[in-house]
């Protein structure tokens, strides 16, 4: 196993994965029992238009897309509560637009290149140090937000009348979890890609909630899943010369299929 | 030496309170006041404005006019919410696959007040058996609440309120679909908690023929007040036995 340690991207890599791993397990399962699962698809559709922006301006498209996304998703909240839209048809209008806008900056700026792959399939194993440094920072917010505001959001997503009656802001928080969403989406999106990164959020999480008996054991068993399916992603990835993002998001199905069959047979 | 009336304080007032969700109004001109040790039945055929003027009293809506006071001050300053512990109508909008522990519902309670998180252990621990255990619930404590019968919940739902040693309890609706005997065990459980820890109980109800005799005021609605006093002049007045004759007991006591 040190082998891989002496490579300076694997270590990034490595490093990078398990901060964002946490994050997003922890969103994960407060959006499925919100019934909120398909806001990391729909704003991964967004984040593309924004990092189509980001190479069309020529600017650090991480930064244009974080800033793209984090807008998006206020905007989606919104609509969510005032429009009088359906469930979430907010997110089906959103993550289209999101990426016929993408598709046509991208063609505007002449980029169908193997950058804008990287961002499509995701490219940790080749990540920057200063994209590292980014991303563990941000992941570091987003896991203290959450841990900060563990019982209240807890509280809200079980049973969001009373916790609105014990004085809980739930719509202050509301907001701020699908702002973090919004920047775990674009973080995600460094590990597995544009196209895969709502599974990231989604499959550890879902996989935990199939087994947990309390809320303790689902976030500590999705957080457990989600790290491993990236570190040994990252792993057959370099061994086998794979594709980290399928491999990662493999594993985390593979866990998912032996935990959903586990329930069942318990039965 | 005063009587125990005597030193009945003014918790909660409702003054010319009106509601409308826009289609016509709900309640109209509604004033009543909520004293300390009250065991208070907010009764009312479907449709009276009962859970409209509960979620008025939590802040939940705003009412198009008038107001209430919660220990003298209005709900918008009011910001003690855990002396007021609101226990929903049960089970109906919980997610019963939710993995959450009867402790850790229990927990939400506390925690949710506090302004900084902190690890549950401790006095809090103490402090959620001790709650458990006043509704009965002791030993379900690990228990996942989705596997829980819908009256446990509800006694769960309760715990949680009182693990923050409310003043008051609001109970919307809470012994719908439950059967005699268990609804009598658990009027006993509230009256204790009235009469022992001195909890001011206000519930919901449109069972207008069966309330429980441990029911000491009534306050009846059907979109205005038509009656508030004492229960049992309440089941001699003329209002009550109109109702009953309108069929708004819906549920007999012996089935």
Known sequence: ?267 | MDSVAAEQKLLIEIQNVCYDYGYGDVLKDVSFPINSHDFLAIIGPNGSGKTTLLKIILGLLKPRLGEVTIMGKTVEEFADWKKIGYVPQKATHIDSLFPVSVKEVVAMGIQSSRRFPRRTRGEDICCISRALQQVGMGEYKNRRIGNLSAGQQQRVFIARALANHPKILMLDEPTTGVDAKTQEHFYDMLQRLNREKEITIVLITHEVGIINKHVEQVACLNQTLVYHGSHDEFCRSDEFKRMLADGHHLVSHHH
Request: proline letters at 1%.
């Open chain 1, 1 to 267: 196993m040190e082998v891989f340690f002496l490579y300076g991207f694997f270590q990034r890599a490595f490093l990078a994965g398990v901060f964002i791993a946490i994050a997003c397990a922890l969103l994960g399962i407060f959006l499925i029992l919100r019934r909120d699962a398909m806001i990391g698809h729909g704003l991964a559709h967004v984040t593309f238009a924004g990092v189509a922006l980001g190479l069309y301006l020529n600017v650090m498209p991480l930064a244009v897309a974080l800033f793209v996304a984090v807008v998006a998703s206020w905007i989606i909240m919104k609509l969510k509560v005032k429009a009088g839209l359906h469930g979430d048809t907010a997110i089906a209008i959103f993550s289209s637009v999101g990426f016929a806008l993408g598709i046509l900056l991208v063609t505007l700026s002449q980029s169908f290149n193997v950058d804008l792959f990287s961002y499509l399939f995701g490219e940790i194993l080749a990540i920057e140090t200063s994209e590292v440094v980014f991303s563990i920072v941000l992941a570091f917010v987003v896991v203290l937000l959450v841990v900060v505001n563990y019982h209240k959001f807890m509280y809200m997503t079980f049973d969001r009348e009373s916790a609105k009656a014990s004085g809980i802001k739930v719509d202050r928080l509301d907001g701020l979890l699908t702002v973090l969403t919004a920047v775990t989406v674009v973080l995600g999106m460094k590990v597995v890609g544009i196209l895969l990164v709502s599974a990231l959020v989604v499959i550890p999480a879902a996989a935990g909630l199939q087994v947990a008996s309390n809320f303790k054991q689902a976030i500590v068993l999705s957080t457990f899943i989600s790290i491993t399916s990236i570190v040994i992603g990252l792993v057959l990835a370099f061994l086998l010369d794979l594709p980290a993002s399928g491999s990662i998001v493999l594993l985390s199905f593979l866990a998912f299929g032996i935990l959903f069959v586990f329930r069942r047979s318990r039965r």
